[in-house]
């Protein structure tokens, strides 16, 4: 190749990677600050300091909430800290975080615990779903709740060659549920690649014991997942993309597109709302801040509530906005009869009384 071709390619390239990286920065909001929004009555969770990635609460008013997440390229404070399944009674005056007891025969150790699902059989008995990442690989493990002794007793432990890099999950039925893939990739170094390249190869898989397929994909980054109250709607949160993805469920668990509500704001994760079914959405509202932490700039937390979602004019209110000087990296809310939890990926939990 002559010379002239070689710097041609060479600028044609640079070009390009400077234009990827620029649509990097901006789907990563690099440029966004956010005003403080907060309800009449908040404080910070006593002893969820060091990260609460996901939340989910029974009817009952009990709200489970994973801790300890590990995760490649999220600022981590307590690396020794063992991951660990919370519990909180909703219903008390001054709720308290109790970590639950896991049954012997678990490892303990390994245990990553990423996005929860809970289900509740016929018999009434509550299963709690757990997305983990022991040694950086990405299991299901489904656990018993034991609600007379505050324990978990550990059942089973999900593999399948394609639920790799999994970030939350829905559970639908007993062993049936949607999993999110956030990366295609795997490895550090192309998971990076990927981020600053979104080819959008990521997935929504449907997992049965007899059936696992891929059931929606095209996603820049598929992140939190949860079902409507009438189970006919799939929400799934794109977090580089913006926006939340409302899907029809078909018969055969196949996922087709509803619509898009564009947010401008990176969405984790996805609650519903039991007395209204709004969704309830934790953001980061700019996620640069997230991977290049800076304790002087931090990262900042973000609370939407989206209602009349089905309605050709689904409305979007904040219903809570921080800078980051009281909870940083936001990843999900969760609402019970007037009050909330907010979660972290890394930084505190918060509740508020609405
Ligand atoms: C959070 O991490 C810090 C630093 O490792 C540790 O001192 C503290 O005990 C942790 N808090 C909880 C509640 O685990
Ligand atoms: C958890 O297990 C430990 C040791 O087995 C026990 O001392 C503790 O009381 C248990 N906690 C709860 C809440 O049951
Ligand atoms: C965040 O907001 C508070 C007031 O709400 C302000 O004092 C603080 O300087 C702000 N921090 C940053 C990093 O902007
Ligand atoms: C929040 O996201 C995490 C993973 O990022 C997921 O495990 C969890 O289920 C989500 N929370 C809810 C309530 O959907
Ligand atoms: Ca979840
Ligand atoms: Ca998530």
Redesign the pocket.
């Known amino acids: 190749m002559g010379k002239l071709a070689v710097l041609t390619v060479l600028g044609a390239s640079l070009a390009l990677i400077g234009e990827r990286l620029l649509s990097f920065r901006g789907r990563m909001n690099a440029f966004r600050e956010v005003e403080p929004i907060e309800p009449q009555s908040c404080h910070l969770i006593e ?4 990260g609460s990635e996901d939340i989910d609460i029974l009817p009952s008013g009990l709200a489970f909430i994973s801790t300890g997440l590990k995760y490649p390229g999220m600022p981590n ?2 690396p ?2 063992l991951g660990k399944i919370f519990l909180m009674d909703l219903n008390e005056q001054n709720p308290k975080a109790q970590a639950l007891n896991i049954s012997d025969g678990f490892d303990r150790e390994s245990f990553n615990p990423h996005g929860i699902s809970t289900f509740i059989d016929k018999d009434h008995t509550v299963y709690l779903y757990v997305v983990n990442h022991p040694h950086i690989e990405s299991t299901v493990e489904i656990f018993k709740f034991e609600e007379q002794q505050r324990s978990l007793t550990h059942l089973k432990t999900i593999k399948h060659e394609l639920l790799k890099s999994v970030n939350d999950i829905v559970v639908l039925g007993s062993e049936k549920f949607y999993a999110t893939r956030d990366h295609y990739f795997t490895s550090h170094f192309l998971v990076f690649l990927e981020m600053i390249w979104d080819p959008h190869w990521t997935y929504v898989l449907f997992y049965s014991p007899g059936e696992v397929k891929v059931v929606a994909k095209g996603f820049s980054s598929a992140n939190g997942i949860t079902v409507s109250l009438d189970q006919k709607y799939v929400y799934i949160a794109d977090v580089t993309a913006m926006n939340i993805h409302i899907m029809n469920k078909q018969d055969n668990w196949d996922l087709t597109q509803v619509k898009v509500i564009q947010l401008g704001t990176l969405v984790d994760n996805l609650t519903v709302d039991p007395a209204t079914g709004d969704i309830l959405a934790g953001c980061h509202p700019n996620a640069m801040k997230l991977l290049i932490y800076n304790p002087e700039d931090p990262p900042g937390s973000e609370v939407l509530r989206i209602q009349d979602v089905l309605s050709d004019k689904p409305r979007v209110s904040t219903l809570y906005a921080n800078n980051g000087s009281v909870l940083q990296g936001s990843t999900v809310a969760s609402v019970y009869h007037g009050k909330m939890l907010i979660g972290t990926v890394f930084h505190k939990a918060l509740y508020c009384v609405l």
Not at 47 to 50: Q, V
Request: hydrophobic letters at 40%.
């Open positions: 002893g969820l300091e060091n404070f307590a020794d800290e």
